[in-house]
């Protein structure tokens, strides 16, 4: 196991080279975003640098993290859209009330660091939080499509924008419609280009190097007209970035005349709520992937970034945010400490210094389209599917929250999908108001300590979101390693959300040693298979068997092995396998077990649902599985039918160093199995003759070794009874052929 890098000035000394290393990459794509993020936002472009280099020089001095990466993202785009447009007097002072806003939000928000308040962010409904941010990306792209095309709209109404895009569609200008096409394309592709050189630089930083030459085959610096099929467009001065010859210049003040309207406070309340839940949100993803399993002190952090957006805000800056993007690039380019955000705002404040006489031969529509690409993915097809496969209901939490959001603000978004989140609860679970919130907050939910030092939670009433920081309270009473019985079967309904909260304490309890299960969820519908949807408890409802099940069981009687339909959480024993090192597994049900009796082995076979892809992307898979734990070590590989799934064993290959195993003496059976590992002698070893005969007579499954147990399966689907009983059959004839292994 890798030792876990020295924190301060000790881990600075010891990792400086590999948190160097990376902040170049991270650097690199900031500079770009920073600058893209200002413009989009209505801000001097250099605002968003300032916000980098503050992000990474002064949060660093005191946050809670490790290796995250902090500036300006996406999300302060809308909040400062919105600051601008209600503070605007006339007065050419907007701006500066806004940064007069931002100050008075990382004041609060250092107050809520103190006041150990970071979990606050847990309560808010994860569906209306998805709304908030898909309304932030059809924002960003109603604003930045009309840089990317050359057009103008003048209506404050983003609906309003979205549809003059259209309309001005033949009014586009050609020249700067090429320009922010070509940049589209390379965003698109440029993971899919084979040749090195392209993957030397990130994507952002290709399409804003690209762009330059465009600006000089069209002459941009001059302001003249162009001939496009017999149509001339202007081109001109105006449609390059402009920055300050000096980064002093670029230093701006914050104005408090405002500080006694609704407008300032409402602006005030947006950013602290919109930059809050996004920065400890993130802080937990990037916890997940840090490959020290490091947690980040969510209060700690909050305070942190409260400093540096008040630093921001003095000095005409944006927001500060941890930045999800940056983060997993500094983390995969092996950064080890909190350094590493230090080295990229160092880095950043260099190359804008050195590089701002080519950054004002960029043109702003280069910027756009990054925009535009990011604004898409954050409202994309995908994301409106991914929610829906959790519930109708998260659907029309999802979708109401982006409209209400589009329509009015971000706070009135969040307030308003709320407030509609608590409305559907209350008519689901079938409560007048009074009695809903007694349910909530006076359900008589306990924890009890059990003489053999493991827990119980009984959880009673209703439990969502309104209820996150209660089981809070009562988890942390549990000491790390314990093990934890959780059991909802006393529940009226379970939110989503609260699903979320517990399946993450499970995760984080099982790092530490301890093993949490999860119970009592056999009673309760959803409108979803998602293992965490919304789940209701009927009234005498009596848990029914689906067909499946039912032959599961009477296949468990009549062969006297053990059968359970229910959710099993306990799945730490199949995370052994490389195949799940990158894949989370969320749950596992329906587990048939029992031993083959002869060889001394033990077999289970169960459904497994996990997840691929990141974030808010991630899509979800089911896929029955058998494992069969081994009397003795064998050799740790992957065997796989050749050519079957290349990219998955591409990855596999990537990640684990494993290397293609070649039988020689077999050359069938090489052209027919992909087998992957080490250690070569001992695999080839390992395939006897009369293994390599029963591996090419039977069907072919992937098959997976951990040293200790296989994991065997076909498709990622889940079986039928026929394929059950021919996974039992395949097993027992491979624990016989196993046990006599020398």
């Not at 991914?386 to 009135?412: A, K, R």
């Not at 032959?551 to 799940?580: C, G, I, M, P």
């Not at 894949?583 to 497994?608: A, Y």
């Not at 076909?714 to 052929?737: M, P, S, V, W």
Request: with cysteine; charged share 15%.
């Amino acid at each position: 196991m890798d030792i876990t890098p020295k924190k301060g000035f000790k881990g600075l000394i010891e990792n400086w080279q590999s948190d160097l290393v990376a902040a170049v990459s991270v650097s690199l794509i900031a500079l770009p975003l920073s600058l893209g993020i200002a413009l989009a936002a209505g801000a001097p472009a250099m605002s968003g640098i300032l916000s980098a280099i503050i992000g990474g020089v002064v949060t660093t001095l005191y946050r809670g993290g490790h290796v995250s990466v902090n500036g300006p993202a996406k999300g302060v785009i809308a909040v400062i859209l919105l600051g601008i447009v209600l503070m605007d007097d006339g007065s050419g002072q907007a701006f500066n009330y806004v940064l007069a806003a931002v100050v008075v939000s990382g004041a609060i928000q250092v107050l809520l660091g103190v006041l150990k308040l970071g979990r606050l962010a847990d309560i808010f409904h994860s569906s209306v939080i998805h709304g908030i941010l898909a309304a932030i990306g059809i924002i960003i792209f109603a604003k930045q499509i009309h840089v990317a095309l050359g057009t103008h709209s003048e209506s404050p109404s983003i609906i309003q924008n979205l549809i003059d895009a259209v309309v001005l569609l033949p009014q586009a200008n050609p020249f700067v419609v090429i320009i922010a096409l070509a940049g589209l394309l390379l965003l698109l592709f440029h993971s899919k280009i084979s040749y090195k050189f392209f993957h030397i630089l990130p994507a952002p930083i290709w399409v804003i190097s690209l762009s330059i030459p465009f600006v000089y085959v069209f002459n941009f610096f001059d302001h003249h007209t162009l001939s496009f099929f017999g149509k001339a467009y202007e081109v001109g001065p105006k449609l390059l970035l402009d920055i300050p010859d000096n980064i002093m210049d670029s230093i701006m003040y914050p104005n408090f005349n405002k500080i006694n309207t609704i407008e300032f406070w409402t602006t005030v309340i947006s950013i602290l709520i919109i930059t809050s839940i996004e920065s400890l949100a993130i802080a937990k993803a990037v916890d997940k992937i840090d490959p020290y399993k490091r947690k980040t002190d969510l209060n700690k952090d909050l305070t942190g970034i409260g400093l540096s957006t008040i630093v921001a805000g003095l000095i005409g800056g944006l927001p500060i945010i941890a930045v999800i993007i940056r983060s997993t690039v500094n983390i995969h380019n092996g950064a080890k400490t909190k350094w590493s955000n230090m080295y990229q705002g160092i880095l950043l404040l260099i190359f804008i210094v050195v590089l701002s006489p080519i950054m004002r031969q960029v043109p702003l529509c280069a910027f756009a389209i990054l925009l535009v690409y990011t604004g898409f993915k954050l409202a994309s097809p995908s994301v409106f599917r991914q929610i829906y496969n959790q519930g109708i209901e998260q659907l029309i939490f999802f979708v109401s929250t982006m409209v209400l959001t589009l329509y009015t603000n971000l706070l009135i978004g969040l307030l308003g999908g709320l407030l509609l989140v608590m409305l559907v609860h209350m008519l689901l679970a079938k409560m007048s108001i009074p009695q809903f919130f007694k349910m909530v907050y006076r359900s008589g939910s306990n924890l009890v300590m059990k003489p053999d030092g493991s827990y119980d939670i009984q959880v009673k009433g209703i439990a969502n979101f309104l209820g996150i920081l209660k089981i809070d309270k009562i988890v942390a009473q549990i000491p790390p390693g314990a093990d934890v019985n959780i059991d909802l079967s006393t529940t009226r309904l379970v939110g989503i959300t609260y699903m979320d909260y517990i399946v993450d304490y499970l995760k984080t309890q099982k790092n530490t040693g301890g093993t949490v299960i999860i119970k009592g969820l056999d009673s309760h519908v959803s409108s979803s298979t998602y293992n965490r949807a919304l789940k209701i408890a009927l009234n005498n409802q009596v848990t029914k068997l689906s067909e499946r099940q039912i032959r599961l069981q009477n296949l468990a009687n009549e062969k006297d092995y053990q059968y359970s339909s229910q959710v099993d959480w306990n799945t730490t024993y199949l995370k052994k396998f490389r195949f799940f090192e990158i894949r989370p597994i969320e749950r596992k049900l329906n587990c048939l077990k029992g031993m083959f009796e002869n060889f001394n082995v033990p077999w289970e076979i169960t459904d497994v649902t996990f997840s691929e892809g990141a974030a808010f992307t991630a899509e979800t898979f089911n896929t029955t599985m058998m494992v069969l734990k081994l009397p003795k070590k064998i050799p740790v590989f992957t065997m796989e039918k050749e050519g079957v799934i290349d990219k998955i064993i591409d990855l596999v290959k990537a990640s684990t160093g494993y290397k293609n195993i070649d039988f020689k003496k077999y050359p069938d059976f090489s052209k027919k199995f992909l087998i992957l590992g080490n250690k070569e002698t001992e695999i080839i070893s390992f395939f006897t003759d009369e293994i390599i005969r029963f591996f090419e007579s039977n069907q072919i499954y992937h098959l997976e070794s951990n040293g200790e147990a296989l994991i065997i399966f076909d498709k990622i689907k889940l079986a039928r009874t026929d394929e059950t009983i021919a996974f039992i059959d395949y097993g027992n004839e491979l624990a016989r052929l196993l046990t006599i292994i020398d």
